[in-house]
C-alpha cells in the first residue's frame, strides 16, 4: 500500500498532479491541510476529479466526508488524545456508515492501546530522517510484533521500500520524497513500482 499525504503549503498545479497521480493508480491520497478553511477545503476537492473522491482521507473538516463521499477521515494525534475516552465514540460514527478511519503516532507502543477501536491503518513516523522534516530523526522502529496495520512514514523512497516491509509494516506513506521532486509525477511512478514489487 501505498498512501500520498498533500504538502500542509500548496504548490502550483497541486491539484491538476493529483489527478495524474491518481491515473496512474494512486490508491490513497491523505488531504492535510492545516491552514485552509471549510470553504476552501471545499474548493480544493471540487478541483480533485470526482471519480476519484472515493480514495481521499481527510485530516480537517470531517464533516465535508459526507458531502464529497469521501474515503474517510484521519485523526492525527493530538486530537486523538483529546478525544481521550471518546476516541473510540468519535471513530464508530465514521466507521458504522462506512467510512474508514485512521490515525497518527509517533511511538509503536502506544499502537495497541487502540488495538479494539476498528481503525484501518495507523501512521507511524519517523521510520527514516524525514525529507520534508530533516530535524525529525529517523528511528526504525520495527512493528512486526504489531498486531494492526502500520503505515511507515520518514524517509521513504524507492530505494527502501524492502527495508520498511522487513520491519514489518503493511505499506507505506510518502509527503516530501515525491512533493519536493523536480518531477513528482516520475517519482510517484517509480515508488508505485517498487511497492508492487515489495508487496505484491
Known sequence: ?????????????????????F?????????RKPNKNYAQHMAYISAIEEEY????????????????????VHIQEQP????GEDFGLYVTQ????GYDVSSSFHDPSEIMLYAQIPLI???????????????????????????????????????????????GYAGV?????VWNAEKPLEVFKELQRNVNKVYL
Open 53 to 72: 473522491h472515493n480514495r481521499i482521507m481527510l485530516h480537517y473538516q470531517h464533516n465535508l466526508a459526507e458531502d464529497f463521499m469521501l474515503k474517510g
Open 80 to 83: 486523538r488524545l483529546k478525544f
Open 121 to 167: 491503518y495507523n501512521l507511524l513516523s519517523p521510520v527514516f530522517t524525514a525529507i520534508s522534516q530533516p530535524g525529525m530523526k529517523g528511528r526504525a522502529f520495527d512493528v512486526s510484533e504489531i498486531e494492526v496495520p502500520v503505515i511507515g512514514m520518514g524517509g521513504v523512497n524507492e530505494n527502501n521500500i524492502d527495508k520498511i516491509k522487513k520491519l
Open 94 to 97: 465514521y466507521t458504522s456508515q
Open 173 to 177: 506513506g510518502v509527503l516530501g520524497g
Open 23 to 31: 491515473k496512474a493508480g494512486l490508491e490513497t491520497l491523505h488531504l
Open 1 to 21: 500500500m501505498l498512501i500520498l499525504i498533500t504538502p500542509e503549503n500548496d504548490i502550483p498545479n497541486e491539484t491538476d498532479l493529483i489527478n495524474s497521480f
